[in-house]
């Protein structure tokens, strides 16, 4: 495409979005949340589509399980989200606050609010998963009433065209930052798609069909040349992306030499405001404790999934697993989690400059275990790149520290809140007698791990799929140290000044959970890497979250049961 093509696309694109500003503007709540109905029915009804196309783009196998990732992390979040959203609407429009009902509990003198489970169905498909949003300190039950809903207080007040650039990794991040743009911050939306999801461009077009057809949304392709002078257009208020935090930079400070001095002066060449969820290097901590050898072999499973998940490309997925020395089956859980990922099943490595990452972290760890096409790194002497690369890529890391019960949650605290990049998502991983034994250390850990998503025996992925939790970093980043990003996405209920979400899953899965005191009947999750079922399960659930019914709850439990 020539400079004056791709130029004079973008200018109609923003011409027409400054039209559908006045049409956005005079839309009232009633028909706002009538279009988010419509366009989760969309992604419902188009589902198959959305996943023949990431298919394409990953190269997988259609018949294998690994298809349902495709599934539970495209057009079901979507569905999901756009129905968290008209909830809140709904009150709003009946002039009450998206917060109306909602559980309100405190937690390390903050208020919290619960956002799973939130109904029955949530309770019976995610059992013994829940999670709560933390405000920040201050932050009242008053005030979070009040505040609740966000520009949908003042719908007619619309905050220009907002930007978004989408990632290219999870399918269905572009759309939900595309909906979370018009409707917590009422902007209209330009979104341009990562060039690895252009093939999905058809299937968005009809999903997002509502909001493209009032002028509100126009979806553009391109490389990053059309981003850049979007972007940089004038007609643009605020930009919104979704990727690494070099990108970041490079369009808020420019490239080279000259970028970094910029950067380094606190000068902007992008003066407009811009949020964005980077990644970073995420922790997994393994809290030491007497596990049996179903445990070590689930839980290695399941740390395994938290990296190897979509073949690593996650900004959220982990990179480094922190033991300790002292644990008496630490050496146990090391092989366990080896022949984890080595019996992961085999997938292309699609995403660009994936096989570079991988030689760079093999160059710099020579004794690092090659395990197909993956790589594991166990305690380096010097952990430095592995703790400050996101190589997103199937790279994974081991370290130990020597220490063991409350000096080890400390130390490991220290280590994941002053070593690690980024501050996006942080697992924990401890038996439930081994949390009870710690206490208020074990809470204390929580509160200091200055993280967007913390999970406990969960993955922080569980974060994201959640609509009514918030996704995003920690707050206090800002440009010039933007880390994992600025600002949050998501959000279900708009809460103004939210700091983080915290994640809670069961350590062992049905029926060993029941044995082991927890009151949880979830078997093995769909987004294992491992799960058989995860491709039939993840079109059961996404079919679900259009029209929920009782009457499709058998299905759901009998395909996640054979997982």
């Known amino acids: 495409m020539t400079d004056t093509a791709y130029t004079a696309l973008v200018d109609q694109a923003l011409d027409d979005l400054a039209e ?27 589902g198959a589509e959305w996943v023949e196309a990431a298919v394409r783009i990953k190269q ?12 539970i992390s495209g057009p079901y979040p979507l569905a999901a989200g756009a129905a968290a959203l008209s909830a809140s609407l709904a009150k709003l429009e009946a002039g009450k606050s998206p917060l109306d009902g909602a559980t309100f509990g405190t937690a390390a003198g903050r208020t919290t609010v619960d956002v799973l489970p939130l109904n029955v169905f949530d309770k019976l498909l995610l059992s013994g998963f829940s999670a709560q949003v933390w405000l920040q300190p201050g932050v009242g039950r008053d005030e979070a009433l009040r505040t609740a ?78 981003g850049t002078y979007l972007v940089q257009h004038d007609a643009v208020d605020h930009v919104h992306m979704t990727g690494s935090a070099l990108t970041h930079d490079a369009i808020v400070f420019g490239v080279g030499e000259e970028g970094a001095r910029r950067k380094a002066a606190g000068e902007p060449i992008l003066h407009k405001d811009i949020t964005s969820e980077l990644g970073g ?31 690593g490309y996650n900004c959220v997925a982990s990179q480094v697993v922190v033991l300790s020395s002292k644990w008496a089956q630490r050496d146990e859980f ?4 080896t022949k984890a990922i080595a019996a992961a099943p085999k997938r292309a490595a699609y995403y660009p400059g994936s096989d570079a990452r991988v030689a760079s972290a093999e160059a710099t760890y020579p004794k690092a275990q090659r395990l197909g096409d993956r790589v594991l790194v166990v305690d380096p002497e010097d952990r430095t790149a592995l703790l400050n690369t996101e190589y997103f890529s199937p790279v994974y890391g081991v370290i130990d520290l020597d220490s063991d019960g409350v000096e080890f949650v400390r130390e490991a605290t220290r280590l994941a809140n002053e070593d690690f990049v980024g501050t996006l998502g942080v697992n924990i991983v401890a038996a439930p007698a081994t949390i009870k034994t710690l206490g208020k250390a074990f809470d204390a850990m929580i509160e200091a791990l200055h993280y967007g998503t913390v999970a406990v025996n969960a993955w922080t992925g569980v974060g994201y799929l959640t609509p009514h939790a918030t996704w995003g ?41 029941l044995i082991g005191g927890e009151l949880s009947i979830s078997p093995k999750p769909p987004w294992f890497v491992n799960n058989r079922t995860a491709a039939a399960t993840g079109r059961l659930l996404t079919a679900f979250t259009g029209k929920p019914s009782w009457a499709k709850l058998p299905a759901i439990f009998v395909s996640a049961l054979r997982g």
């Open 20 to 46: 559908g500003e006045k049409a956005w503007a005079t839309t009232p709540l009633a028909r706002r949340r009538e279009i988010l109905d419509d366009v989760q029915q969309l992604a419902v009804q188009h």
């Open 60 to 71: 997988l196998n259609p018949d294998s399980p690994l298809v349902g990732e495709e599934w």
């Open 149 to 226: 809903g966000l520009a949908q207080r003042d719908p007619v007040k619309t905050n220009g065209i907002g930007v978004v650039l989408g990632a290219g990794n999870i399918t269905s991040i572009a759309p939900l930052d595309t909906v979370y743009e018009l409707i917590a911050n009422n902007r209209v939306v330009a979104l341009k798609l990562n060039p690895v999801t252009d093939p999905i461009l058809p299937v968005l077009t009809k999903v997002l069909a509502p909001f493209i057809a009032l002028g509100a949304v126009r979806i553009l392709t391109g490389g990053a040349d059309v």
């Open 281 to 311: 290097v995420s922790p997994t901590i393994v809290v030491p404790g007497k596990w049996s050898r179903a445990d070590i072999e689930f839980q290695a499973n399941h740390i395994a999934t938290q990296r190897l998940h979509n073949n």
């Open 334 to 337: 090391v092989a366990a989690l």
């Open 473 to 513: 970093a920690f707050p206090g980043h800002t440009l010039s140290d933007v880390q994992s990003g600025i600002g949050v996405v998501h959000n279900g209920f708009l809460l103004e000044k939210p700091e983080r979400t915290v994640v809670r899953g069961p350590f062992r899965p049905s029926p060993r959970s």
